[in-house]
């Protein structure tokens, strides 16, 4: 079981490596299936060398070293985190599996330091409405932060799934801002900036824009909204013969938690409601499971995500109706799985 790259594209440095989705159990990614996206290679940092500078509309400049942050209490929460080009090939294409189509995701137990208390250290001034966060890679990634998450659950991250942070995943420190975008979770993070209005930086101007069918663009689409795919059975599996199936699959909201998973197997004409696996947490994967008898004949599989905040996941139709398909990020249409009458699963659009 590995992660591979995108198709068609070289897995060099600048590049992204998929989750294999389809051979997961359980909601959290071992650190060596974490999905990868670096806009300019991982870099090579010392820990000892690396700081942490916090500045602009603060009391006071600070700069700290990794053990003063792991000095703060700490704490340690389970998130997913998603690229908001997850899914992007399905606008206008279909991937041949689940670890194409949807393996810009992951979900890990987290360990770090509340950034609010970091910020409260440095002084917050009340005209500072946002915050820069840069990172320490070639691509000095930058984003802007609304300060509002900042102060509710934004995390200074250290450590992931037991064990220190991996170079891939941004040691010796990263940003995470559970249920915001991945590319706002500024890995190698070496820069907070505090400010009274948006950065206006490339990555939310020219990219992480969302182009609408009437030419113009939304800007700073942070959440990333209800999802859920059925990863078993999924595309380019095959069921062995007629009989008892476990659909098994993944939903998650950056809203919140998720509340209901409804799944389909005649393509969306009738739903049974799915049983939710705990831990049901709020920003994280949540495991659904419906047991099927296949009698043979061919089937649509489909999975629909409700979270706490009322929100449902929108068929295909639906999304492009209200988005069209110029519009690169934050595809979360509803996924659907074709098996054939000899067992074959394909992506199919429905
Ligand atoms: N410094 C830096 N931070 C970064 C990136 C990067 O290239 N450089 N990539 C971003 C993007 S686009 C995503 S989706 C997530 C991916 O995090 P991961 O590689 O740990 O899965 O990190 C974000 N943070
Ligand atoms: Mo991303």
């Avoid at 989750?19 to 991982?42: C, D, K, M, S």
Wanted: net charge neutral; charged share 20%.
């Amino acid at each position: 079981m590995v992660r591979v790259p995108i198709p068609g594209r070289v897995n060099t440095t600048t590049a992204a490596s998929l989750t294999p989705l389809q051979r997961l159990y359980g909601i959290v990614t071992p650190n060596g299936l974490v999905f990868e996206r670096h806009h300019a290679g991982v870099p090579d940092i010392p820990p000892e060398e690396h700081r942490l500078l916090v500045h602009g509309l603060a009391a006071r400049a600070l700069s700290f070293t990794v053990n003063d942050l792991m000095r703060f209490p700490s704490v340690s929460r389970i998130h997913f985190l998603e690229c908001s080009g997850n899914s992007a090939g399905e606008w206008k294409a279909k991937g041949s599996n689940v670890q194409v189509t949807h393996g810009l995701l992951s979900c890990c137990e987290w360990t770090g330091v509340q950034l609010a208390l970091v910020l409260q250290e440095a002084g917050i001034d009340p005209r500072a409405k946002w915050l820069l966060a840069e990172g320490a890679d070639a691509a000095a990634m930058t984003r802007s932060i609304p300060m509002d998450k900042a102060l509710d659950d934004a995390l200074l991250v250290y450590a992931q799934n037991g064990e220190m942070l991996r170079p891939e995943q941004g040691y010796p420190l990263r940003l995470l801002l559970p249920g915001f975008e991945g590319n706002m979770s500024v890995k190698w993070l070496r820069r907070l900036k505090l400010g009274d209005a948006p950065f206006m930086t490339r990555e939310e101007t020219s990219k992480y824009t969302d182009l609408m069918p009437d030419g113009s663009a939304r800007q700073f689409t942070f959440v990333m909204e209800a999802k859920s795919v059925i990863v078993r059975p999924s595309g380019g599996q095959a069921l062995p013969r007629p009989g008892f199936v476990e659909i098994y699959g993944y939903a998650w909201s950056g809203r919140g938690r998720i509340r209901a998973v409804d799944v389909s197997v005649d393509g969306g004409q009738s739903w049974s409601e799915a049983r939710l696996e705990e831990p049901v947490l709020p920003k994280c994967l949540t495991a659904f499971r419906l047991p099927w008898q296949w009698d043979g004949s061919p089937a649509v599989l489909q999975s629909r995500a409700v979270d706490d905040s009322g929100y449902v996941q929108p068929p295909r139709p639906v999304l492009l109706a209200a988005r069209g398909v110029e519009s690169y990020y934050h595809y979360n249409a509803i996924q659907s799985w074709r098996i054939g009458s000899d067992g074959r699963v394909e992506n199919v659009h429905a």
